[in-house]
């Protein structure tokens, strides 16, 4: 298993941008596809975005498509979150993850079962 700890959360306006990072401990991060979730209070937990072992693939759910970029980094055993048009319904915790799956399709139906969980970072939009 991987390890993994978020970092880059914060309070930003309504239009603005936030690059969250998600570092990982583990010799196998590469084997992993990795995917960003998010809960905002009071809501279960939801995909946001996925992306392949090699970076190629990557999917994203509807509500940040265009907005937002994953990409990773396997010679730094990371993963990122770029974050742009920010609005107040993108608040909440935003958790990394990973998932034991060397496809190059990955999908919200394919990110199962998550492995590893990092312990959240809390992104704040103010409208």
């Known amino acids: 298993q991987v390890q993994l700890v978020e970092s880059g959360g914060g309070l930003v306006q309504a239009g603005g941008s936030l690059r969250l990072s998600c570092a990982a401990s583990?010799?196998?991060?590469?084997?992993?596809?990795m995917g960003w979730f998010r809960q905002a209070p009071g809501k279960e937990r939801e995909f946001v975005a996925a992306i392949s072992v090699s970076g190629v693939g990557t999917s994203y759910a509807d509500s940040v498509k265009g907005r937002f970029t994953i990409s990773r980094d396997n010679a730094k055993n990371s993963v990122y979150l770029q974050m742009n048009s920010l609005n107040a319904e993108d608040t909440a915790v935003y958790y990394c993850a990973a998932t034991w799956y060397q496809g190059s399709l990955i999908t919200a139906s394919r990110f199962r079962p998550v492995d590893s969980w990092g312990q959240g970072t809390q992104v704040t939009v103010s409208s």
């Open positions: 583990g010799r196998t991060f590469s084997a992993y596809a």
